[in-house]
Nanobody, 128 residues
Framework: VQLQASGGGLVQPGGSLRLSCAAS????????VAWFRQVPGKEREGISC????????FYADSVKGRFTLSRDGAKNVVYLQMNSLKPEDTAVYYC??????????????????????WGQGTQVTVSS
């Protein structure tokens, strides 16, 4: 059972990246999924999540209108499309999955401790 995150890299401000989170050993469509990010010395930020019981997707204010979370059930992958990137988006990005109750609130976002499966993180650097 594993999550594998990929797609990070160096991009100029205003550019785009698409992060992927591939699951092996379980079916992501049956799990609440989320993306988090963390900058060294700062708290982890839950930026997006979607549960299996509510089709609405949560986005943190910091990324709303620029980032889009999507699922590809056939490929067993979750994506985070990131557009109009800013230097403050620079961080290590993590995907996570859980079947735990209350993991994703459309109002409050993902609850990190509830997530049992985590990808290894992928670095996103936005710089000119």
């Amino acid at each position: 059972v594993q999550l594998q995150a990929s797609g990070g890299g160096l991009v100029q401000p205003g550019g785009s990246l698409r992060l992927s989170c591939a699951a092996s050993g379980f079916t992501l469509n049956y799990y609440t999924v989320a993306w988090f990010r963390q900058v060294p010395g700062k708290e982890r930020e839950g930026i997006s999540c979607v549960s299996t019981s509510d089709p609405r997707t949560f986005y943190a204010d910091s990324v709303k209108g620029r980032f889009t979370l999507s699922r590809d059930g056939a490929k067993n992958v979750v994506y985070l499309q990131m557009n109009s990137l800013k230097p403050e988006d620079t961080a290590v990005y993590y995907c996570a999955a859980t079947q735990g109750f209350g993991a994703c609130s459309v109002q409050a976002g993902p609850s990190g401790p509830v997530f049992g499966y985590w990808g290894q993180g992928t670095q996103v650097t936005v710089s000119s």
